[in-house]
């Protein structure tokens, strides 16, 4: 099986910020399990290189050339156009799949409007398999998070934290945070929009150990 990978090598696209999660555990777990079998196309590099016509090109491009089994997208918004998924699910042979990250807060405006283009779409909100019926859609796989144990191991210390949390406060998460605060629970919180910012995937690592 040959595989075609394209989504963001760094977080938000921003190289400042580092790898992306998609990166760390989708391509990295991929690579090691396809090996040579496997194409690497970042998305958002190939933008800032070229430009997001020309990306959108090149991908076409690839498919025609390597005619991979299958293209693994984790879009982000609309960096890849919807006219060229489209025609590589319809004119292909390549099998278009898209695990879409957040279809709790995402599906309404987002999901429901980037998966008829797609031969299969992953979500990891239950709930939302009821969502991609009622739009008439049945290609969903329901699938969920897991860590990739190449790169997260264990780094030892002392337990130096009761609760941490790494992430954006987005949605409800600042209110769930000040909840369990005020609830007597000692809270320590790293990401963007946090007192103490981002942090790097090492560094994370020494948290979640020191927990």
């Known amino acids: 099986m040959k595989i075609l990978y ?12 580092g790898y992306s999660y998609e990166h760390l555990n989708f391509w990295d777990t991929l690579s090691r399990m396809f090996g040579n079998n496997i194409i690497y196309f970042p998305v958002d590099e190939t933008i800032m290189e070229y430009s997001r016509r ?8 690839i498919v025609n050339k390597e005619k991979p089994d299958i293209l693994f997208c984790n879009l982000f918004t609309n960096e890849i156009y919807p006219k060229t998924i489209k025609y590589i699910t319809k004119k292909t ?3 278009t799949v898209n695990w ?28 939302a398999l009821e969502k991609y019926r009622s739009i008439g859609y049945k290609s969903v796989i329901k699938s969920q998070y ?3 144990i190449n790169l997260y191991k264990p780094k030892g210390g002392d337990f130096k934290y009761d609760v941490t949390f790494i992430g954006s406060p987005h ?5 769930i945070i000040d909840d369990l605060i005020k609830n007597g629970i000692n809270v320590e919180c790293w990401g963007s929009g946090w007192k103490n910012g981002r942090i790097s995937h090492e ?3 020494s948290v979640i150990s020191q927990s």
């Open 203 to 205: 560094d994370a690592l």
């Open 6 to 17: 394209a989504a963001f090598k760094y977080d938000y696209a921003d190289k400042k910020r």
């Open 146 to 148: 897991a860590a990739n």
């Open 54 to 61: 020309k990306m959108n090109k090149r991908l076409i491009d």
């Open 100 to 127: 879409f990250s957040d279809d709790q807060w995402r599906f309404n405006n987002f999901s429901r409007y980037w998966a008829p283009f797609f031969d299969w779409v992953i979500t990891t909100d239950p709930l």
């Open 93 to 95: 042979d390549t099998i």
């Open 171 to 175: 949605t409800s998460r600042r209110k």
